[in-house]
């Protein structure tokens, strides 16, 4: 039976089941179907097929076809917060276009394309690393007792990242006591690729990531249309939002509160309609089947750079891909790229 959203959504929740245990059997070795899960975001709700592979975690995505990209012309309109927001950057770096404008020029525009039912990983994970052995003389320097990482640590879990030269080294510890260790590996789009070819999997086109985080939503963002502009998305309230600006101010002196910031709001970090965690981050751009382009966010440009809150977040828009931000030069460096694996249901 061909698994197609139409055929999907219209199976009540026994037989989706039966379907979801019968495409498990015919799945390669490590996989099992672990469960049918309901998600909503916005406008969007899914009753999702999970698997699991070891400790990953992977949704079935029906094929479908489906219309991507951001209707430039549908009644958008900022709210006062976005549209002082944007007017500040735009005063700042003398613009002289509305919200309107910088959204149709930095999304895609909408296209109809059809998809292949797939299983896509629910977490990305961050590439450009190796395992390392914990007997390897530079872990045990970090691990030993009197090591001033493991002493500062004091926790009976902790991780700690080394520099060297050009590199990274990290080294955790577990609540058992387990070491765990892995250091930086520069790497292209090609050897990736073909890693993942070897067990089976791929990276998802840029359509079929596109379509992943949006979940169907035609807003802007995945959970509608609009977002708070009194932080980044990587602050957690409006409270650490002024806390890293002193911080900044004070070359970095400034100590952080003695307890965690709370958050307020948070939808961009919660599972969307697939049950994704996806496009949560500026700064962790994923990579797609199509060599040099990213999506996801724009590296933490506009973050870094103060660009402006509703920039900021424009950046985790479904549709957005902006050439200077999307495009990228190999090779691709530890934390700066992440990726989630795709299996093609044929």
Known sequence: MELTLERWQSAPAREKVVIAKRLASNLPAGFAFDSLQSFQMGECQNEVAVFRQSAAQFACLPGAEVVLGFDADRPWQPNPDEQESWQGTADEYEIDKSIQQLIAEATLRPRTVRLPPILI?????????????????????VVRPESAHAESARAKAWQTTIHHGGGQTRVGKGHDGTVTAERSTTTDHAVLTRTLAASGFRFPTSDEWEYSCGAGAQTLFRWGDHVPCDRYPTDTSPAEAKW???????????????????????????????????????????????????????????????????????????????????????????????????????
């Not at 990983?121 to 003389?137: I, K, Q, V």
């Not at 933490?300 to 030069?329: I, K, P, Q």
Request: negative net charge.
């Open 244 to 346: 890293r600006w002193q911080w900044v101010v004070s070359l970095g002196k400034l100590a952080p509160p003695p307890k965690p910031f709370q958050p307020d709001w948070d939808l961009h970090r919660q599972p969307n309609a697939w049950g994704l965690k996806i496009a949560s981050n500026p700064y962790e751009c994923e990579l797609v089947a199509e060599a040099g382009v990213t999506r996801g966010g724009d590296g933490g440009s506009m973050v870094c750079g103060g660009a402006g809150f509703f920039l900021g977040w424009l950046t985790l828009a479904s549709a957005y891909f902006e050439d200077n931000y999307c495009r990228h030069n190999e090779p691709i460096m530890p934390g700066c790229a992440f990726g989630r694996r795709v299996l093609e249901l044929t």
């Open 121 to 141: 990983e629910c977490t990305a994970r961050e590439l450009g690393w190796e395992p390392l052995d914990p007997n390897d003389p530079e872990v045990q320097e």
